[in-house]
């Protein structure tokens, strides 16, 4: 494009307020980008680099053309200037976003005149985006400068070197020379949704997030977390981490090949990110010492956790030799681990503890166990299902919404109360998943904010006036708690208030975690009774389900209360003939699980109990009833090994059969069948597994 001249004189006004002394130019020097460019000599750059009339940015010969800045953090905006050169824009909107892919308008241009205009706005967003509408002629749009305005988010982020410093029993951690406590929670989220919900963690107070991995995914998460002036602990995963049960057994003795590895690969993203301004410290495994049970016994194991914490001290050493600004330290689910970690990993600059119920017995840990180093929590909240008494079902009790939200806040006085040795917690979890373990650890499941959101945000900011927060429920009862009736209604009832007066909006959603492995929330089948009461619709499947009733208040907020209601065969009226009489079948497995699975065991009467066969087609089970019986109803209650297709048939004399039913859709759970029949034996012929398994009877109800 050729020059079109000088600049325009003229200066478009529409709200110029006067200068605030906090007030910043956050623009300049900043990287730009542009839907378009007209050559070479006319960059988006060329727009921020404070030149104002002799090196401009200009855009193709088009409409719908935009320019755009990172700021490189989320930041408080003010005003925006643009100064044109003779190709300006008549109409345009000025737009902000904290990830550069969804956008706000803060304010929309339109009757511009060119010059300079300088634009009053209110909002906030690490992108700040001119939006082109209309030109004001047949060129495209032509910025001398674009400046941007106002104030970073809240308290400048801390930079420079991380450091424990102090001595025994009055340690601090700094950034920088300045003092720091951590005041964080464990990250959940995707990395791609990090612009999303992080502008949210910074509302809370928090400083800082925990993660269990790092790798080359790992930098937009770095990224986003610095943009908002947040820290990030980078976990390193060693195995078996999670605790027992979880991750693979690895022999720390002897298995140099793996530990060079993982040596390898931790230094490797060391070296990527220590300079990252985000990084705070490193974190070398989670839980190992206490998972190292799931994997050896005696003498072993006492060698492989001196051997598994010998080599956390090497990475220790590893890391602080590509990495002397940033701190190490190891996390364990079990204080126990601690005299390993003083014995074999002298280089940890601190401890760390995951602990939820126990969290306040710590302090008495570390200060029985004669420790010289201080201690962050990295995981912590209420009290876990491994922590709870089992209720009336047999199953963990769940804590209510009540109850978790004291526990975050008694985590955070127990950490905050050994002064001088605990230095912060990254409290769990700033999670969105809405199943089992999500409603009962995350903060905001499907993202709704709980009572335990507030509780942390309290905590860590001081205050949550004015917040909307969400309904509470208390006295919540399921009735009949232990004898639901399978496919039959149970009730739920409870009390529920809104502090804030909202409307309220309910859902009912069971979890067949303890009857099926399902950790799923699935909506139920119910209805309002009134009165704070819920007819519910029980599960085909028998045995121990989580009923949760959902209240949400329309503002983001809701209250989530659980309980656990058993699920039984529906009664039959009349007399179970085959009650302990001769029960005979063509297999049974002698020892598998819960086994030895005899026959008898399918008409003993009992739920706990079960027949099972061989893991092949055909079988059969049958009952001698003694003599000639009136039959008129079948009740099959399957273990999850079901039939698909079966043959009802019943016998005089246990030689000739007659079918008198026939399924090729059977799906497991309770089958009632209706028969109208005399005779002595009944026989379950079964021609089609539904699962790889074999067939499996709890009971083979036959009634009179």
Not at 72 to 81: C, F, N, T
Request: aromatic fraction near 10%; glycine fraction near 12%; proline fraction near 6%.
């Amino acid at each position: 494009m050729l020059a079109l001249g000088a600049l325009v004189a003229s200066s478009l006004a529409l709200t110029a307020p006067p200068a605030q002394a906090a007030e910043t130019l956050l623009s300049q020097g900043k990287p730009a980008t542009a839907s378009s460019q007209e050559g070479d000599g006319y960059a988006p750059s060329a727009a921020v680099d404070g030149d104002l009339t002799g090196t401009r940015w200009a855009s193709r010969w088009s409409d719908a053309e935009w320019f755009q800045v990172d700021l490189g953090r989320r930041s408080d905006l003010s005003r925006i200037v643009l100064s044109w050169e003779a190709a300006y824009g008549k109409s345009y909107q000025l737009q902000a976003s904290d990830d550069g892919t969804d956008w706000r308008t803060l304010k929309s241009v339109t009757g511009g005149d060119g010059g300079t205009d300088e634009v009053a706005v209110t909002g906030s967003g690490r992108y700040v985006r001119m939006l082109g509408t209309e030109r004001s002629g047949g060129y495209g749009y032509s910025l001398w400068e674009f400046q941007v305005y106002g104030t970073t988010d809240g308290t400048p982020p801390a930079t420079g070197a991380v450091e424990v410093t102090g001595s025994q029993g009055n340690w601090q951690l700094t950034v920088g020379g300045q003092p720091y406590t951590v005041k964080g929670l464990t990250w959940g989220p995707a990395i791609a949704d990090a612009p999303k919900y992080l502008p949210d963690v910074k509302s809370m107070g928090v400083n800082t997030i925990r993660t269990w991995g790092t790798d080359g995914g790992t930098k937009p998460l770095l990224d986003s977390a610095a943009a908002h002036g947040i820290k990030v602990v980078n976990g390193f995963w060693l195995q078996p981490g999670g605790g027992p049960g979880s991750g693979g057994c690895v022999d720390y003795v002897t298995d140099t090949a793996y530990k060079n590895t993982m040596l390898t690969e931790f230094a490797r993203w060391v070296e990527a990110y220590r300079s990252h301004p985000a990084t705070l410290m490193w974190n070398v495994g989670n839980e190992s010492v206490l998972g190292l049970q799931n994997c050896y016994g005696g003498t072993e194991l006492e060698a492989q956790r001196n051997a598994y914490t010998g080599f956390v001290n090497e990475v220790a050493k590893k890391i602080h030799s590509i990495d002397p600004d940033h701190p190490v330290t190891s996390t364990d689910a079990w204080t126990g681990a601690w005299p390993y970690y003083q014995r074999n990993a002298p280089d940890l600059d601190l401890y760390s503890m995951n602990s939820y119920g126990a969290i306040c017995e710590v302090r008495e840990d570390w200060e029985a166990g004669g420790y010289t180093k201080p201690y962050i929590i990295t995981e912590g909240g209420p009290a876990g299902e491994w922590e709870v008494p089992d209720d009336a079902n047999g199953v963990p009790d769940e804590p209510t919404d009540v109850r978790k939200a004291q526990g975050y806040a008694d985590a955070w006085d127990c950490v905050t109360g050994h002064r001088g040795v605990a230095l912060g917690a990254t409290l769990f979890h700033y999670g969105v998943e809405h199943d089992f373990g999500g409603v009962w650890f995350n903060l905001l499941p499907d993202g709704l904010k709980r009572l335990s959101y507030y509780a942390v945000k309290e905590a860590y900011s001081g205050s949550t006036a004015g917040d909307n927060t969400p309904p509470v429920i208390t006295n919540m009862a399921v009735s009949p708690a232990s004898s639901a009736p399978a496919g039959g209604e149970f009730t739920v009832r409870a009390d529920v208030r809104d502090p804030d007066g909202d409307p309220i909006a309910y859902k009912v959603l069971l979890s067949g975690n303890y009857a099926n492995g399902d950790k799923r929330l699935v909506e139920a089948r119910w209805r309002a009774t009134g009165n704070g009461t819920f007819a519910v619709t029980a599960p085909e499947k028998l045995g121990v389900w989580k009923v949760y009733l959902q209240a949400e208040d329309g503002r983001g907020n809701a209250g989530i209360e659980t309980k656990s209601v058993k699920v039984v065969a529906p009664p039959v009226t009349g007399t179970n003939v085959a009650l302990n009489k001769p029960t005979t079948a063509s297999s049974f497995q002698p020892s598998y699980g819960d086994c030895p699975c005899e026959p008898a065991k399918a008409t003993d009467g009992r739920s706990d109990t079960r027949w099972a066969s061989d893991w092949s087609d055909p079988q059969w089970i049958q009952v001698d009833l003694g003599a000639a019986t009136t039959i008129r109803k079948l009740q099959l209650v399957w273990d999850p090994a079901y039939a698909k297709s079966y043959d009802v048939q019943v016998s005089d004399n246990g030689t000739t059969w007659r079918t008198v039913h026939t399924t090729a859709s059977g799906n497991g759970d309770v089958d009632t069948i209706d028969l109208a029949e005399t005779a002595r034996y009944v026989r379950l012929h079964l021609t089609a597994r539904g699962t790889g398994w074999g067939y499996s009877l709890h009971e083979f109800g036959i009634y009179g």
